[in-house]
């Protein structure tokens, strides 16, 4: 095993709960904890938004999509900064006049329905769980693969330090920790690329799709895993151990889902262009309703700060989105045996190691990405954890004007403990997969009701929970069946497992549809409010 | 959080929400909006109004941009084949050129939405202009 690799890890865990201690000593009232009292700064802040953005899914999985599918699944990561543009042009200056803490804040100072703000609970509390199980997940299956320990203690230890930091520090802690975070990640994955690209270099250059195939760098045994036909031809049982030479071209794997030939440097389609684009629709829409991202306008001291800080964040994200995919081109170039094994999200794992080789340069880098992974996934689970535990305390624990911190505490043990354990029982949920369809979820409820919230006077509390019901609940259902149900085939797999492109439009035409049908519920004050959600704070006197 | 006592003067609440520093509407323009007349109505209106054609706008550069390019893949493989720099177009197209882009539109939305606010400030601020 890598000698760097348990210093580095610990170190990492480390300075999170020093900084997270750091942060305490700020942390005074309930408003500290929970919006950390609207004085963070927006370069702070968006740092902090970036760190708690970037996740597993950005960090590992994206670079190991890549490796297996190529050019189209860079919709990805596109997705995933864009939905900062969108967050940017419809929601983050409004949002921030608002005055509003969580999301079912915002539909009660909106809407002025009580029944709206249980429903936004529900599905704020089904998003988080969503996204939080696959971060668990993915920390306990790094530490397996890494440490050859177990995955349950990987998972359960992620789970522990971010809800003793939640718990203690709040978000005011957390912002600095996110900070920290965003750069550790952005480094972890920039200065171990430098020398990736030097090596290959020095190598002369390999082709990354060579006319022949894709070739093995070096000599390499692989274990099988499953029973599987290679190239069609041979058949090979779970347990055997394949031996190849510097050279050999890698085989095609029957249990593999992967793009093995040249193919995979164009834009073929083994995706059908509804999947692309019900995709592309998931992230776009779908960052502007996760819970965690729209915590983090509150802390913005203003509506024209929020907008400078999602501008800051959506550069400092493109920017990190740069490197995944250059981790997944050269891993098809040093790392080709993940795609025999089909564990492709570690390509960014093991790559330093396998071009630098394990001299201690290449061990150092390993150790710095591994770091990075684990931060990816602490800062994601704190953003999700705080977000959700702000709502819980709100809306469930409901401590009125006298919520104290202790009550925050209970809060957040209770928001992680349901994904923790679902996370020590499901083992063998496709990651990746869940963190899209919670994009989904987002993009088909919360969308509609924020954008038609803020620039549309016609919205009824009625039409939202409509809308809400029909889209987000049709989104859902759609995750519940991709996760629980019997494997899908043909024309429905398609439409329940990438559902954003017609649940999205479902929930916007109900929701419209339905508030012109009970027009007379127009609160009263809808002026006041939209006044207050445009106009900027210099005018309010 | 979200509601209040409803206080003795409502209208004058509503929009001073950040009652830190309250001070009476000096102006026509203020009173306009404090009070909901149909002046202020109208000029908030116009300002919700500029707001979403700018979004609206820059979504539909945005989508001009990057969402007619599966299309364009699908029906033109070809295109996929061409090559810059030494990397297939689709590659930096995607993995390369669309985040100068994205952050390029945002920083214009920032700047012309910052102008329609100052737009409507000054517009509030001397009504009879």
């Known amino acids: 095993m890598n000698p760097y690799l348990a210093p580095g890890l610990?170190?990492?865990?480390?300075?999170?709960?020093?900084?997270?201690?750091?942060?305490?000593?700020?942390?005074?009232?309930?408003?500290?904890?929970?919006?950390?009292?609207?004085?963070?700064?927006?370069?702070?802040?968006?740092?902090?938004?970036?760190?708690?953005?970037?996740?597993?899914?950005?960090f590992l999985g994206v670079a190991g999509l890549v490796l297996r599918y190529g050019?189209?699944?860079?919709?990805?990561?596109?997705?995933?900064?864009?939905?900062?543009?969108?967050?940017?042009?419809?929601?983050?200056?409004?949002?921030?006049?608002?005055?509003?803490?969580t999301l079912p804040d915002f539909c009660q100072v909106r809407l002025r329905s009580t029944a709206l703000r249980r429903l936004a609970t529900a599905f704020v509390l089904f998003i988080g769980c969503l996204y939080l199980l696959p971060q668990l997940q993915g920390a306990g299956l790094t530490f397996a693969t890494l440490t050859g320990g177990s995955y349950a203690w990987g998972a359960l230890v992620v789970a522990v330090v971010v809800t003793a930091n939640v718990a203690f520090g709040g978000m005011r802690a957390i912002t600095f920790v996110?900070?920290?975070?965003?750069?550790?990640?952005?480094?972890?994955?920039?200065?171990?690329?430098?020398?990736?690209?030097?090596?290959?270099?020095?190598?002369?250059?390999?082709?990354?799709?060579?006319?022949?195939?894709?070739?093995?760098?070096?000599?390499?045994?692989?274990?099988?895993?499953?029973d599987a036909v290679?190239?069609?031809?041979?058949?090979?049982?779970?347990?055997?151990?394949?031996?190849?030479?510097?050279?050999?071209?890698?085989?095609?794997?029957?249990?593999?889902?992967?793009?093995?030939?040249?193919?995979?440097?164009?834009?073929d389609g083994k995706q059908s262009l509804f999947a692309t684009y019900s995709l592309i629709l998931a992230t776009f829409l779908g960052t502007m309703g996760l819970p965690h991202v729209l915590v983090r306008f509150y802390t913005n001291p203003d509506g024209a700060s929020a907008r400078r800080t999602t501008l800051v964040v959506l550069a400092m994200v493109?920017?990190?989105?740069?490197?995944?995919?250059?981790?997944?081109?050269?891993?098809?170039?040093?790392?080709?045996?993940?795609?025999?094994?089909?564990?492709?999200?570690?390509?960014?794992?093991?790559?330093?190691?396998?071009?630098?080789g394990d001299g201690h340069l290449g061990r150092l880098l390993g150790a710095l990405v591994t770091a990075g992974a684990l931060a990816a996934f602490l800062s994601t689970s704190s953003g999700l954890l705080t977000s959700v535990a702000g709502v819980i305390f709100t809306d469930v624990l409901r401590p009125g004007r006298n919520g104290s911190i202790r009550d925050f505490r209970v809060a957040t043990l209770l928001a992680a403990a349901v994904p923790t354990l679902l996370a020590l029982y499901v083992s063998d949920m496709d990651v990746s997969r869940v963190v899209g369809l919670a994009f989904a979820v987002a993009a088909s409820s919360f969308c509609p009701l924020l954008v038609l919230g803020i620039w549309w006077r016609g919205l009824?509390?009625?039409?939202?929970?409509?809308?809400?019901?029909?889209?987000?609940?049709?989104?859902?259902?759609?995750?519940?069946l991709t996760v629980l149900g019997p494997p899908l085939t043909g024309w429905s797999a398609e439409v329940i497992n990438q559902p954003a492109a017609w649940t999205v439009p479902l929930a916007f035409l109900v929701m419209v549809g339905v508030s012109l049908f009970s027009g007379r519920r127009v609160p009263p004050d809808v002026g006041a409010t939209m006044l207050r959600l445009h106009a900027p704070e210099s005018l309010r006197g | 959080m979200a509601v209040e006592e409803p206080p003795p003067r409502p209208r004058v609440r509503v929009v001073l929400a950040d009652a830190a520093a309250r001070r009476a509407a000096a102006d026509h323009g203020s009173a306009d909006l404090a009070e909901q007349t149909p002046v202020g109505e109208a000029l908030v209106k116009g300002l919700v109004r500029a707001q979403l054609a700018l979004a609206l706008r820059l979504a539909l550069v945005v989508a001009a941009g990057l969402g007619t390019l599966p299309l364009l893949f699908a029906v033109a493989p070809a295109v996929g084949e061409v090559k810059l720099f030494g990397m297939n177009l689709p590659w930096v197209l995607l993995g390369l050129l669309s985040f100068p882009f994205l952050v390029l539109v945002g920083a214009a939305y920032v700047r012309w939405a910052e102008r329609n606010e100052q737009d409507f400030a000054a517009l509030i601020r001397r009504p009879e202009k």
């Open chain 1, 178 to 226: 996110q900070a920290f975070q965003y750069w550790l990640k952005l480094t972890a994955l920039a200065v171990p690329m430098i020398f990736l690209i030097l090596q290959w270099q020095a190598d002369g250059r390999p082709q990354v799709t060579p006319p022949a195939g894709t070739v093995f760098p070096a000599a390499t045994t692989v274990v099988v895993e499953q």
């Open chain 1, 10 to 58: 610990i170190l990492v865990l480390l300075l999170t709960v020093a900084i997270g201690a750091y942060g305490l000593r700020f942390a005074r009232t309930t408003s500290d904890f929970l919006v950390a009292s609207r004085s963070v700064s927006p370069s702070w802040n968006a740092a902090a938004i970036s760190g708690e953005y970037l996740s597993a899914a950005s």
């Open chain 1, 71 to 101: 050019v189209d699944v860079l919709w990805y990561p596109v997705g995933f900064a864009a939905g900062y543009l969108a967050l940017l042009l419809f929601v983050a200056a409004p949002l921030r006049r608002s005055g509003a803490f």
């Open chain 1, 230 to 267: 290679l190239d069609g031809t041979r058949s090979v049982e779970a347990g055997e151990t394949l031996r190849f030479a510097a050279g050999d071209r890698v085989p095609q794997v029957s249990t593999v889902d992967a793009e093995f030939g040249a193919d995979w440097l164009l834009p």
């Open chain 1, 460 to 480: 009824t509390d009625v039409g939202a929970i409509a809308g809400l019901v029909a889209g987000g609940g049709a989104a859902m259902a759609a995750v519940l």
């Open chain 1, 318 to 356: 493109g920017l990190f989105y740069l490197l995944p995919t250059l981790y997944g081109v050269l891993g098809r170039i040093y790392t080709p045996q993940l795609l025999m094994t089909g564990s492709s999200d570690a390509v960014v794992l093991l790559l330093p190691e396998a071009a630098l």
